[in-house]
């Protein structure tokens, strides 16, 4: 990446969590985001997508960030039926996910569980790509079992009219813990012509910056966990900085926009409150000093002793 340069910045997929209206909200509130992946479609048992399961993806619902949706199809005829709906919708731009590393997925071999067989994922694009009418892009994991599994599928992605490729540098078998591995990234670079976004762990403006200056090729980054424990993240890594008080305020304010939004959305407090504790598990990062009260949060069974625990964290942050 050049120096004068800006990152091109992308939130990640986060199943259950950054859907239409929590990148809404999280548009609203803070900036330097240049465009979202959409959390996975789940693939139907039939071609026909029911309007539904296409709701997220509506255009009215996502004008606030460049959305891209995913597909986790590994059939043909499921990929284009879905693939060239979305084209209908507006979408000129899909990703296939070959990263979900959930046990069930996998096992089906889709996501990273499809990683190891790459002349499935070779017969797959030969298959799709003829006819799909958006463009195509692959958001993938080092390998499933192994980071070798990555070093020989890259080359064979190579003839292929791919927009690009993020890798989480990760294996499927880590699911979402244990060390990322940078080296095994540094190791795909060269085995693509593909355009690369890195992914995994991005949670600092230091890390950023550390790995910035590790590729200097990369001019793309998707940030999904580091953003919702420090929501400025994507501005700070662009060169803003808001100022102690300045970031409760913000901080608040996307929290209760976001509370009353999901309360409209969402039927009973079971749901609401479920939704919410998924999001704290991360965000409770951005209320340093705050972590103790976090219990309280995963404990509230009432709106009531909800906001009295989000009141504790945030009067202890200030
Ligand atoms: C709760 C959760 C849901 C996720 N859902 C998706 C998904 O729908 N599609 C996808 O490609 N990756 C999904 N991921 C993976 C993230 O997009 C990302 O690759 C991973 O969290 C590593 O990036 P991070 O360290 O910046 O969070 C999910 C991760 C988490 C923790």
């Given at each position: 990446m050049s120096e004068s340069l800006q990152p091109e910045l992308i939130m990640a997929p986060l199943k259950g969590i950054t859907d239409a209206l929590f990148r809404r909200v999280y548009a609203a509130h803070f900036s330097g985001l240049d465009g979202a992946v959409a959390p996975f479609i789940n693939p139907q048992s039939t071609a026909v997508f029911?309007?539904?399961?296409?709701?997220?993806l509506q255009p009215e619902a996502n004008t606030s960030l460049p959305v891209t949706p995913q597909l986790l199809n590994t059939?043909?005829?499921?990929?284009?039926?879905?693939?060239?709906?979305?084209?209908?919708?507006?979408?000129?731009?899909?990703?296939?996910?070959?990263?979900?590393?959930?046990?069930?997925?996998?096992?089906?071999?889709?996501?990273?569980?499809?990683?190891?067989?790459?002349?499935?994922?070779?017969?797959?694009?030969?298959?799709?790509?003829?006819?799909?009418?958006?463009?195509?892009?692959?958001?993938?994991?080092?390998?499933?079992?192994?980071?070798?599994?990555?070093?020989?599928?890259?080359?064979?992605?190579?003839?292929?009219?791919?927009?690009?490729?993020?890798?989480?540098a990760r294996l499927g078998s880590q699911l979402y813990s244990g060390q990322t591995d940078p080296d095994a990234f540094a190791r795909c670079c060269?085995?693509?012509?593909?355009?690369?976004?890195?992914?995994?762990?991005?949670?600092?403006?230091?890390?950023?910056?550390?790995?910035?200056?590790?590729?200097?090729?990369?001019?793309?980054?998707?940030?999904?966990?580091?953003?919702?424990?420090?929501?400025?993240?994507?501005?700070?890594?662009?060169?803003?900085?808001a100022s102690g008080p300045a970031r409760l305020?913000?901080?608040?304010?996307f929290h209760d926009e976001l509370f009353l939004a999901l309360k409209d959305r969402l039927s009973g407090p079971g749901h609401l409150l479920g939704r919410l504790k998924q999001i704290w598990i991360y965000f409770i990062?951005?209320?340093?000093?705050?972590?103790?009260?976090?219990?309280?949060?995963?404990?509230?069974?009432?709106?009531?002793?909800?906001?009295?625990?989000v009141q504790a964290i945030v009067g202890t942050a200030e």
């Open positions: 029911a309007d539904k399961v296409l709701a997220d059939d043909a005829t499921g990929f284009l039926a879905l693939g060239n709906r979305l084209f209908e919708l507006g979408y000129r731009d899909i990703n296939w996910n070959l990263g979900c590393p959930v046990r069930m997925v996998a096992k089906k071999r889709r996501g990273s569980g499809l990683l190891p067989y790459p002349d499935a994922i070779v017969a797959l694009l030969e298959a799709v790509l003829p006819e799909l009418k958006p463009c195509l892009s692959i958001k993938m994991r080092l390998g499933y079992h192994d980071a070798r599994e990555s070093l020989a599928l890259l080359p064979r992605l190579d003839p292929f009219p791919l927009t690009g490729i993020t890798i989480h060269y085995l693509t012509r593909h355009r690369l976004t890195y992914n995994g762990d991005i949670t600092s403006r230091q890390v950023f910056h550390e790995l910035a200056g590790r590729f200097p090729a990369v001019e793309r980054w998707m940030i999904g966990r580091g953003l919702l424990a420090n929501p400025f993240l994507p501005a700070e890594i662009k060169g803003e900085v305020v913000s901080l608040a304010a990062d951005a209320f340093p000093g705050a972590h103790r009260h976090l219990k309280k949060i995963t404990r509230a069974t009432s709106e009531h002793a909800y906001h009295e625990a």
